[in-house]
């Protein structure tokens, strides 16, 4: 039998790893972590880290593997996931891999893209904007720049928004350009199945996640990560917004609803990613999951 890996995509909160695991035990298959929010053993509430109890009912490769403290790229990663997918294809030709992260199950499916050498003057002079005025000013540019890149790529991130602003200023192209080399070659073939919902459910069930992350204790873990909130791996949704609320810049209800809304911005870019892919096979995410396994084996 040929290798496969089942790749499960979609926004956050609708259910990706509760099939995933149905998926696994289906199969009898490892789960690997394409979330790059999850590699971090410091953080667990805020990443929606799967329970203890799910851990329990599949092997899961890549969550919290990191700590926060250490550098780990998608580049990393790729190198990292390729090797253990390989290593679990000797005794099942099913692997399963899920996870919202576009760049990160890319880099695993497809392979990176290769972007042109540019002058290191750019992004020095991109930081020091940064470090002045904030991320505002740098994704405006962005959006004036390479609208595409800026309604996909994780623009709150300050390393994704300087290497898109510095390949668009370094080569005169838009960064998206670059996002279209041929795909490297994989010892596996990808079956990739989607979950969505219309976007107000969407909208609604991040809203319960949230509040939920927080009768769960997301304050005290946030508190304790004070010290780091300089990190990169802290320079994200949940956690940044909360970052302001302890420091007095804004109040509680208002880090709340920054969270939410952030959160739904974070699923809309998405979407918006995973549906340039031709090859992924959406279901409804309130879908049978015998209805979806039944057509992954159609497929196999």
Request: aromatic share 8%.
């Amino acid at each position: 039998m040929t290798n496969i890996l089942i790749s499960v995509v979609g926004p956050t909160a609708i259910g990706k790893t509760a099939l995933s695991i149905k998926l696994a035990q289906h199969f009898n298959a490892d789960i690997i972590s394409a979330d790059s929010r999850q590699f971090y053993k410091e953080m667990h509430i805020g990443t929606a880290v799967p329970s203890r109890e799910e851990l329990n009912t599949a092997k899961h490769h890549f969550i919290q593997h990191k700590s926060i403290e250490e550098s780990y790229s998608v580049g990393d990663f790729e190198r990292d996931a390729i090797a253990k997918i390989s290593e679990l294809h000797q005794k099942n030709p099913i692997v399963i891999m899920v996870g919202g992260s576009g760049l990160y199950v890319k880099a695993v499916t497809k392979g990176l893209d290769d972007f042109p050498d540019v002058d290191k003057n750019i992004r020095e002079e991109l930081n020091k904007k940064l470090e002045t005025n904030g991320l505002k000013p740098l994704q405006n540019q962005l959006k004036e720049l390479d609208p595409e890149a800026y309604n996909t790529i994780a623009i709150d991130n300050p390393q994704r928004l300087v290497r898109a602003l510095e390949i668009c200023i370094g080569t005169n192209k838009p960064y998206s350009s670059f996002l279209t080399n041929p795909e490297k070659k994989r010892d596996f073939k990808t079956i990739t199945i989607g979950l969505d919902a219309k976007r107000d459910i969407i909208y609604d069930r991040i809203n319960q996640r949230v509040d939920l992350m927080i009768e769960n204790g997301l304050l005290e873990e946030v508190k304790k990560l004070l010290p780091y909130k300089n990190l990169n791996a802290l320079n994200t949704v949940g956690y940044k917004e909360l970052f302001r609320y302890f420091e007095g810049f804004d109040t509680l209800d208002f880090a709340i609803s920054e969270i939410k809304k952030n959160t739904r911005r974070f699923a809309k870019r998405q979407l918006t990613w995973f549906r340039k892919n031709e090859n992924i096979t959406w279901f409804n995410y309130q879908t049978d999951k015998d209805q979806i396994i039944s057509y992954v084996e159609k497929q196999l």
